[in-house]
């Protein structure tokens, strides 16, 4: 079992940018995709962004292409979320997510195997 620690939400102006970021800890970080997904009040939880385990694959949701980036420093055990040209339909709590297996190179809702706890995003018109 991994832990997943976020942090970096806040609260920005539409047109705005925020990084979020996701510390983990516990077994081979490296050898597990990971995601961000994020859930709004009302709705489902979704995938945002995912990326394989060395980094050099990366696919993002249609509604976030193109304003976010997902990275990963497997030195650092850490994930990244850079957003950017923000949205106000894009308030939500994010959620940092570890595969449950190595050496698969995306990650679905339903392949997840530890959550971080979330960070709350809001974006003001």
């Known amino acids: 079992q991994v832990q997943l620690v976020e942090s970096g939400g806040g609260l920005v102006q539409a047109g705005g940018s925020l990084r979020l970021s996701c510390a983990a800890s516990g077994r081979t970080f490296s050898n597990y995709a990971m995601g961000w997904f994020r859930q709004a009040p009302g709705k489902e939880r979704e995938l945002v962004a995912t990326?394989?385990?060395?980094?050099?694959?990366?696919d993002y949701a249609d509604f976030v292409k193109g304003r976010f980036t997902i990275s990963r420093d497997n030195a650092e055990n850490r994930l990244y979320l850079q957003m950017n040209s923000l949205k106000p339909d894009d308030t939500a709590v994010y959620y940092c997510?570890?595969?449950?297996?190595?050496?698969?190179?995306?990650?679905?809702?339903?392949?997840?195997?530890?959550w971080g706890q979330g960070t709350q995003v809001t974006v003001s018109s």
């Open positions: 990326v394989s385990p060395s980094g050099g694959r990366t």
């Open positions: 997510a570890a595969a449950s297996t190595p050496f698969v190179t995306v990650v679905t809702k339903g392949t997840i195997g530890s």
